[in-house]
């Protein structure tokens, strides 16, 4: 009888333990990513494969002195009081010191099921910490330097991102500038990632953040409504502003490039309002201390404010361009045509205007009194090299 019954609860065990190695295990699906980063906080971004309760354990990076030298802080991202519950996390780290480095961990524990009373959690699963853990660098909102590298129009080609963002060395910049249209259109989650988000992760933006400019083509498909959960500026917006060492970014969302009533469309756009509100904060943006008091502005726009005979540009001319015509722009990088142009301050508007082409790199780097961009093709011909000295 004893035989019998240790004999029906080694099968039992057994049969459990088979359920249990035949679930599919928690993955963390895609990233995770810096976004947003300043001299005191960051925003992290991952996905996993079920809905999760996330959250991020970050410490000080100290030579010598492994991850659990001392007890790590946590972050979770909770929304009305409740941790949010998702298969895409974003979690933003505040607090932190400015120019510092910081190693970090995310972390990820499966809601089971959502009950009214005692939700059923599940397994936890986390990046890596022992070999080397993902770390992050603070800005230093003071510092005199900076270096970024800036290419757009990627329409998903990963081969053509990867050799371009090749060109230099991870080490030589702090942060990387997409330029819009480095999607074709966003049907699904899979398009942002398979586009260019998975392949950025690989190269850096684990450990160096990216800057997105959203261009025409990132307004089109069923999960474009969708797409600015993936990112994060400072006022959540696709229009925005931030401060790097000495230079103020503007990034303006340039929209589509044909009228709103066009058949493409139908109907379901309305760039027309929108530029009216990004033209409203752009005149708040140009009175701000944080603008007057840059050494240098540099307007990001994934359209550029050329002629160019499309509705789109004229759009541009007509309602942002008379603002940051007397506002002492020095520099705007855009995108969208396909091939490199340089237009000189002056020529056509009163601030130079670098075109980068979908087949070149941009590097802009400089110092409180000097800002040089650099455009140089996959192939390795210098396109440009420019110095702006204050
Ligand atoms: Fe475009």
């Known amino acids: 009888m004893v035989k019998k019954f240790v004999f029906l609860s080694f099968l039992v065990l057994s049969f459990s333990s088979y359920l249990l190695a035949s679930q599919p295990q928690l993955k963390i699906t895609h990233g ?11 925003t ?29 802080r946590r972050a979770y991202s909770s929304c009305d009081g409740l941790y949010c519950v998702d298969t895409l996390h974003r979690v933003t780290v505040t607090g932190l010191e400015k120019n510092k480095t910081y190693c970090y961990r995310v972390l990820s524990q499966e809601v089971e099921e959502l009950l009214p009373y005692r939700p059923l959690m599940g397994s936890i699963v986390s990046t890596d910490v022992w070999k080397k853990p993902l770390s992050f660098t603070t800005l230093d909102d003071e510092a005199d330097t900076i270096s970024v590298v800036m290419i757009n129009d990627i329409h998903g080609k990963n081969d053509v991102q990867r050799d371009l963002l090749s060109m230099v060395p991870q080490q030589a910049f702090d942060m990387a500038l ?25 190269l850096f933006a684990s450990k160096k953040p990216f800057v997105y400019v959203r261009g025409n083509h990132e307004t089109r498909g069923a999960y474009a409504r969708s797409f600015s959960k993936y990112f994060a500026g400072p006022t959540g917006r696709f ?14 969302d340039s929209g589509e490039d044909k009228p709103d009533t066009d ?5 379901l756009v309305d760039f027309d309002n929108y530029m009216l509100r990004q033209r409203d904060w752009l005149k708040r943006e140009l009175e701000s201390p944080e603008f007057r008091n840059a050494s240098f502005r540099v307007v990001l726009s994934h359209i550029p404010f050329l002629e160019s005979g499309w509705y789109g540009s004229e759009r541009l001319s007509k309602q942002l361009l008379p603002l940051l015509e007397e506002a002492r722009i020095d520099l705007m990088l855009s995108g969208h045509n396909h091939a490199f142009s340089f237009s000189e301050k002056g020529k056509n508007r009163s601030f130079p205007i670098v075109v980068n082409s979908n087949n070149s790199l941009l590097t802009l780097s400089g110092t409180k009194s000097s800002l040089k961009v650099q455009v140089k093709r996959i192939d390795g011909k210098v396109l440009l090299e420019k110095e702006f000295v204050k």
């Open 32 to 42: 995770p990513y810096l976004q947003n980063v300043s001299a005191n906080e960051v």
């Open 44 to 72: 992290i971004v991952w996905t996993t494969d079920k809905p999760c309760k996330s959250w991020v354990e970050f410490n000080e990076k100290e030579a010598g002195k492994h991850f659990y030298t001392t007890a790590p």
């Open 178 to 202: 997409f330029c819009g249209d480095m999607c074709n259109y966003i049907d699904n989650q899979d398009d942002i990632f398979s586009g260019f988000l998975d392949t950025s992760v690989k």
């Open 239 to 252: 229009y925005y502003a931030f401060s790097y060492g000495p230079v103020r970014f503007i990034v303006l």
């Open 263 to 267: 058949v493409e469309y139908s109907g």
